[in-house]
């Protein structure tokens, strides 16, 4: 297996092949991000990565999860994707499911019928990064889109078969009116949008970003925990999907929360506010990673 640079995977793909169909970001340009920072975005040669899938067969035998790295692999021509598939499938018998990171732009320039196809072809899971579903702060942030947008790329993908996986951001607005904001037009968007999946992580700003000189120059403050666990506390109030598996477990977070909505809901506040009122299982911030 071969690899260009650093390379991330949703953290429920460690036990997953990893294979690289792209390099880097096709969008890259999030104020917050900097993940893909050092890398050109290009689509790999699709001769390499068919000689990857059979060093793979090679060293594993054979394999039940596969991730498509890097960060946006979706924007692929769909026929490459699809070959890709074939390969996949062909190759380990014992293959249940194929995952991907979906941009939303990149989404949105795929038909319906084409992302049905790609369902049909053994794409079992999209994971999208929401961040937000407040039209102004996905603009502020760079994100590409706004929230009308970016609803219809998370609404394209569930409606196409996929199991939608998507990321939202706690802390992404600041301190103040900002945060509550957030939090509501976040939760709106989801109980429009209808995820099967909702992960909440906690800011944390990267040196060498824009957000990160943001907060260096006093222009953006950052939450206390106290005022992380009330957007949480916000967060889950509001939600109204159902059923919903929701987790606020990233290393990134203050108080880990993993369990269904809306069933779990009661139990989940019990916990924020056992976390407010006694620090009962908070995580220390020098405890706290990306």
């Given at each position: 297996?071969?690899?260009?640079?650093?390379?991330?995977?949703?953290?429920?793909?460690?036990?997953?092949?990893?294979?690289?169909?792209?390099?880097?970001?096709?969008?890259?340009?999030?104020?917050?991000?900097?993940?893909?920072?050092?890398?050109?975005?290009?689509?790999?040669?699709?001769?390499?990565?068919?000689e990857d899938i059979q060093m793979a067969k090679a060293y594993y035998g054979d394999v039940s999860r596969v991730f498509l790295c890097d960060g946006?692999?979706?924007?692929?021509?769909?026929?490459?994707?699809?070959?890709?598939?074939?390969?996949?499938?062909?190759?380990?018998?014992?293959?249940?499911?194929?995952?991907?990171?979906?941009?939303?732009?990149?989404?949105?320039?795929?038909?319906?019928?084409?992302?049905?196809?790609?369902?049909?072809?053994?794409?079992?899971?999209?994971?999208?990064?929401?961040?937000?579903?407040?039209?102004?702060?996905?603009?502020?942030?760079?994100?590409?889109?706004?929230?009308?947008?970016?609803?219809?790329?998370?609404?394209?993908?569930?409606?196409?078969?996929?199991?939608?996986?998507?990321?939202?951001?706690?802390?992404?607005?600041?301190?103040?009116?900002?945060?509550?904001?957030?939090?509501?037009?976040?939760?709106?968007?989801?109980?429009?949008?209808?995820?099967?999946?909702?992960?909440?992580?906690?800011?944390?700003?990267?040196?060498?970003?824009?957000?990160?000189?943001?907060?260096?120059?006093?222009?953006?403050?950052?939450?206390?925990?106290?005022?992380?666990?009330?957007?949480?506390?916000?967060?889950i109030e509001k939600l109204e999907v159902d059923p919903l598996h929701f987790t606020c477990d990233h290393a990134?977070?203050?108080?880990?929360?993993?369990?269904?909505?809306?069933?779990?809901?009661?139990?989940?506040?019990?916990?924020?506010?056992?976390?407010?009122?006694?620090?009962?299982?908070?995580?220390?911030?020098?405890?706290?990673?990306?």
């Amino acid at each position: 297996m071969r690899y260009e640079g650093t390379i991330y995977r949703p953290p429920g793909e460690w036990r997953s092949y990893l294979l690289q169909a792209t390099v880097g970001c096709s969008h890259n340009t999030c104020t917050f991000c900097k993940m893909y920072k050092d890398k050109r975005y290009h689509v790999r040669p699709m001769e390499d990565i068919l000689e990857d899938i059979q060093m793979a067969k090679a060293y594993y035998g054979d394999v039940s999860r596969v991730f498509l790295c890097d960060g946006d692999a979706i924007a692929m021509p769909t026929e490459d994707l699809l070959t890709i598939l074939r390969s996949l499938y062909d190759t380990f018998p014992g293959l249940e499911r194929v995952t991907i990171y979906a941009g939303p732009q990149s989404t949105l320039e795929k038909t319906p019928e084409e992302l049905k196809t790609l369902r049909e072809a053994g794409l079992k899971r999209v994971y999208l990064g929401v961040e937000t579903g407040d039209d102004a702060l996905l603009r502020k942030v760079g994100k590409g889109v706004g929230a009308a947008e970016m609803l219809e790329a998370g609404t394209r993908l569930r409606e196409a078969g996929l199991d939608l996986w998507v990321m939202v951001i706690l802390g992404l607005a600041g301190r103040g009116e900002a945060s509550r904001r957030h939090i509501l037009a976040t939760a709106e968007m989801m109980n429009a949008m209808k995820p099967r999946h909702l992960s909440a992580l906690s800011l944390m700003v990267e040196p060498g970003t824009p957000l990160y000189r943001d907060w260096e120059a006093g222009k953006f403050e950052l939450l206390t925990a106290e005022e992380s666990l009330g957007e949480v506390r916000l967060l889950i109030e509001k939600l109204e999907v159902d059923p919903l598996h929701f987790t606020c477990d990233h290393a990134s977070n203050y108080l880990p929360l993993k369990g269904s909505l809306p069933d779990e809901r009661e139990r989940f506040l019990a916990a924020i506010d056992k976390a407010l009122e006694k620090g009962t299982g908070m995580r220390p911030e020098e405890w706290r990673l990306l």
